[in-house]
T-cell receptor, first 112, second 114 residues
Framework: DTGVSQDPRHKITKRGQNVTFRCDPI?????LYWYRQTLGQGPEFLTY????????KSRLLSDRFSAERPKGSFSTLEIQRTEQGDSAMYLC??????????FGPGTRLTVT | AQTVTQSQPEMSVQEAETVTLSCTYD???????LFWYKQPPSRQMILVIR??????QNATENRFSVNFQKAAKSFSLKISDSQLGDAAMYFC???????????FGKGTKLTVNP
């Protein structure tokens, strides 16, 4: 069990640029989640995969956001045409059925 | 909509003492789970304790225990024999049976004084 990993850990980008984050879940976990956490707030759910199927999406996930999980392993979260309001910590978590979610260290995005 | 409320933005406790963090939730479902997660400064979120709604017995994990009051929709966390390493943000969270997403409260910042 090597834990959930996320890459990069920090990303600074200019407004209007596209960014992509990667999450590698714990290897035997078939469920993967993305959350966004802004300063002073709890994490907010963005989307959830079971294997390669995206089963639930939050209304927070505007059309500038897209997530994929090809082959049911790692996942990517892409933000197109970034805005300053996208600055946040993006957290990934994974789990097995009936187990609690293990979180990764997060990717901190700063949009200038 | 699910809501989880943590009414204490900050709490402090003396080392070796006991502290209780409050959490209330609002769900109409009968099948749900409740969690306390800990987020140390600049470190990743880790699970402290989990409670299944159908279980009447309060969950306990070493120095951490919960007071689950289902009718009142209250789920407080008690930390006994507080240690300096307990200092962190603590988040209460809920997931309902039909959805796997976690709904978090805004958190309580716990300071442990030596």
């Amino acid at each position: 069990d090597t834990g959930v990993s996320q890459d990069p850990r920090h990303k600074i980008t200019k407004r209007g640029q596209n960014v992509t984050f990667r999450c590698d879940p714990i290897s035997e976990h078939n469920r993967l989640y993305w959350y966004r956490q802004t300063l002073g707030q709890g994490p907010e759910f963005l989307t959830y995969f079971q294997n390669e199927a995206q089963l639930e999406k939050s209304r927070l996930l505007s059309d500038r956001f897209s997530a994929e999980r090809p082959k049911g392993s790692f996942s990517t979260l892409e933000i197109q045409r970034t805005e300053q309001g996208d600055s946040a910590m993006y957290l990934c978590a994974s789990s097995s059925r009936g187990r609690y979610q293990y979180f990764g260290p997060g990717t901190r995005l700063t949009v200038t | 909509a699910q809501t989880v409320t943590q009414s204490q933005p900050e709490m402090s406790v003396q080392e070796a003492e006991t502290v209780t963090l409050s959490c209330t939730y609002d769900t109409s479902e009968s099948d749900y789970y409740l969690f306390w997660y800990k987020q140390p400064p600049s470190r990743q979120m880790i699970l402290v304790i989990r409670q299944e709604a159908y279980k009447q017995q309060n969950a306990t994990e070493n120095r951490f225990s919960v007071n689950f009051q289902k009718a009142a929709k209250s789920f407080s966390l008690k930390i006994s024999d507080s240690q300096l390493g307990d200092a962190a943000m603590y988040f209460c969270a809920e997931t309902q049976g039909g959805s796997e997403k976690l709904v978090f409260g805004k958190g309580t910042k716990l300071t442990v004084n030596p």
